[in-house]
C-alpha cells in the first residue's frame, strides 16, 4: 500500500526524538529470598511504543523464511522502512496486536531460515519473556561507533536479536550462543548493547558493539556467579576478557578486529572490553555510574560503596555483588523506585524540586545529548535518578525451577514511571492474551482505554503537589501490590494441583487471574486519578467535610520566596524579591 503523507511526516519528527536509556538487573537464585531468577529493566523511553504484547506460539512450515524487521528502538524512526517509534512493528508475523492494516506495513532488512515451531513470548521494545521463563533485560552503551542497518548486511539489532531468542531458546545458554551466531552471520547495526539473560537456574550478560566497516559486529558474554547480583545502566560492564574462563563467551574475531584497528594492544595486558568498544559513561559524567552506585549500595550497604570515581572507566563497582539481604520481587521494583532519597543527590531537593519537592528534572538545549565518553562541556547537568519521569515502563521478571513453565514463569509489570506505578503479574505460559488497556494507547494521543496513559497521567498530576500526592499514590500502590502478591501465592497453589491433573485447565485458571487483576488495577488507576484531581485543585487540599484546605507552603520555602517581601504595609520595601 502505498505510505500517507502524514505518515511520512510523523516518522520524519519522530526521527528526531534522542534515544533514551534504561536500567536493568539480574538476581541470581542464591540472592533471592526464594530462590528465584529475576530479570528487571526499566524501558525509559515513553516517547516509544510502550504496549504489552502476547506474541503466540506458532508452527511454521518446512523452507519458510523468518524477516528480520527495523527496530525503531535502535536509531529512531525511517521511513524507508515503515518504521515509527510509536509503533514497533506493524504486520502480521508477530500476532493479532499487530495487525494493522490502516497503517503501512513494517518491511524487513533481511531473512533467515525458520524453524518449525516458535515459542510464545511477552513482547515490548524487546523480547521480555517466554512460555519457558526465559528472561531478557536491556539498556543501550555509548561504542566507538554506530552503525547503520544494511538489508542483507547488518540485519540485526539488540530488539530483533532477543526476539529470535524468544522464540527459540528455553536457557540463557541456547540464547546467548544463538544471538552471538546470529551477529557473526547477519551482522549487528545500531547501538552498543547490554542484554541480561537468564532462565530458572542462571543469569549471563551478553553485551555487543558494533564493528567498523565489514566487520559484522562483536559481541562478548560473561556469567553471573550464582548468589550475586548484576547492574548495567547505560554503560558496558564487562571489563577483561579472558578465553581460559569457562564463564565467558565471545565472538571469534574480537582480538582480530580489536587489534587491527587499534583499540587494544596485547603488550598492555588483557582486553578490556569497555575500553576496547567504548569511550567510556554514557551521554555526561556519572549519568551510568551514579545509578550503578546507588543499585549497589543499596543492595549491599556493607561495601561502602563511593559515590565519587575518577572516570568512565572506573572498577570501583563490580562486575556483580552478594547482597547483605536476600531480595523479593517487591524489594527489587522498590529499588527503581529510588530518586537518591536521603543522600546528597535527592531529587526532591533543591530550588528546582519546588516547595512540594517535585524530583522531576526536565532536560532542555541546555542539557547534553546521547555524546558519550567525554566531559560534554556544557555548564552544569542533572542527576539521573533511577526512577524517572519519562520511562515507558517497568517489569520483573520472575523464574522458578521448581514449578512448571506455565506456574513458574510471572511476568510483573508496571506502566509508565515506576515511583508511581504498579507492577501487576501475567503468568506468560498461561496463554492468555493481555488485556486490551495494556496494549492500547500511544504516547502522542491521550487516551483513557490505556493503562499506560492512567499511571502517565496520575504521575503528571503528582508534579503539582508531589510532597502531598505521592502518599496518596503510595497507600494505593502497596494495597494493589500486596493483593497481587497474596493472590499470585494461593492461585499457584490451586492451580499447581490442578496441573497435575488438567494443566490446560490450570493455565486458564492463572490467565484468569492475570486478568482480573490487570483489569482491577487498570480501574482503580483511573478512579484514583479522577479522585486526585477534586483533591488536590486548585491549590487546595479537598477531602470530605473538610473542603478547600488552604495548607499553602512549607515553612522554608516562605523563607526563599519574595512572600516576606510581600504587601504588608503601605511603604515600598527596599527588596521586592530575593536577589534584588
Known sequence: MKTPLKYLVTLTLLSSIPLFSCTTMIITKGASKDGSVFVAHSDDSEMFDNRLVRVPAADHKPGSTRPVYYDPASLGSRPEYNANVLRRYVGTHRGPVYIDKDMPQSIPLGYIPQVSHTYSYMDGSYGLMNEHQLMMGEATNGSKITQEPEPGKKIFYSAELSRVAMERCKTARCAIK????????????????????????????????????????????????????????????????????????????????????????????????????????????????????????????????????????????????????????????????????????????????????????????????????????????????????????????????????????????????????????????????????????????????????????????????????????????????????????????????VYKKNPEQAKAMLGEFSRNTAMHVYHTWWDLAWKLVAKYSDGYVNEPGKMAQEVGYPKEWYEKSEWKNGPIRYEKPKKMHPGD
Open 178 to 497: 544463538l544471538m552471538g551466531e546470529l551477529i557473526d552471520t547477519y551482522g549487528y547495526y545500531g547501538t552498543g548493547e547490554v542484554l541480561p539473560v537468564a532462565d530458572t537456574k542462571e543469569g549471563w550478560v551478553f553485551e555487543i558493539a558494533p564493528a567498523p566497516g565489514e566487520v559484522k559486529g562483536l559481541w562478548v558474554a560473561k556469567k553471573v556467579p550464582d548468589g550475586e547480583i548484576f547492574v548495567a545502566a547505560n554503560e558496558f560492564r564487562i571489563r577483561e576478557v579472558d578465553p581460559n574462563d569457562p564463564d565467558m563467551l565471545f565472538s571469534k574475531n574480537l582480538f582480530d578486529v580489536a587489534k587491527k584497528y587499534k583499540w587494544w594492544d596485547p603488550k598492555k595486558g588483557k582486553l578490556d572490553w569497555l575500553r576496547t568498544v567504548s569511550e567510556g559513561e554514557y551521554s555526561h559524567p556519572y549519568y551510568s555510574l551514579r545509578r550503578v552506585w546507588r543499585l549497589q549500595s543499596r543492595i549491599a550497604p556493607s561495601l561502602k560503596l563511593s559515590p565519587w570515581v575518577k572516570n568512565g572507566f572506573t572498577k570501583k563497582y563490580p562486575f556483580s555483588i552478594k547482597p547483605d539481604k536476600k531480595l523479593g520481587v517487591r524489594d527489587v521494583i522498590n529499588l527503581y523506585r529510588d530518586y537518591y532519597q536521603g543522600t546528597v543527590f535527592d531529587q526532591t531537593k533543591g530550588m528546582t524540586a519546588g516547595p512540594f519537592g517535585n524530583p522531576y528534572r526536565y532536560p532542555g538545549p541546555m542539557d547534553a545529548g546521547n555524546d558519550t565518553g567525554k566531559l560534554t562541556g556544557h555548564k552544569g547537568a542533572w542527576e539521573r535518578p533511577l526512577s524517572i519521569y519519562r520511562s515507558g515502563y517497568t517489569y520483573v521478571a520472575q523464574a522458578r525451577s521448581w514449578l512448571p513453565d506455565p506456574i513458574g514463569g510471572l511476568f510483573w509489570f508496571a506502566p509508565d514511571e515506576s515511583m508511581s506505578s504498579v507492577i501487576t503479574p501475567f503468568y506468560v505460559g498461561s496463554d492468555t492474551p493481555v488485556p486490551k488497556p495494556y496494549y492500547t494507547g500511544f504516547s502522542d494521543k491521550f487516551d483513557q482505554n490505556s493503562t499506560w496513559w492512567a499511571f502517565n497521567f496520575v504521575a503528571n498530576w503528582a508534579a503539582l503537589k508531589h510532597s502531598y500526592i505521592i502518599k496518596d499514590i503510595k497507600r494505593k500502590q502497596d494495597e494493589l501490590e500486596h493483593a497481587a502478591i497474596e493472590g499470585s501465592k494461593t492461585i499457584e497453589k490451586k492451580a499447581l494441583d
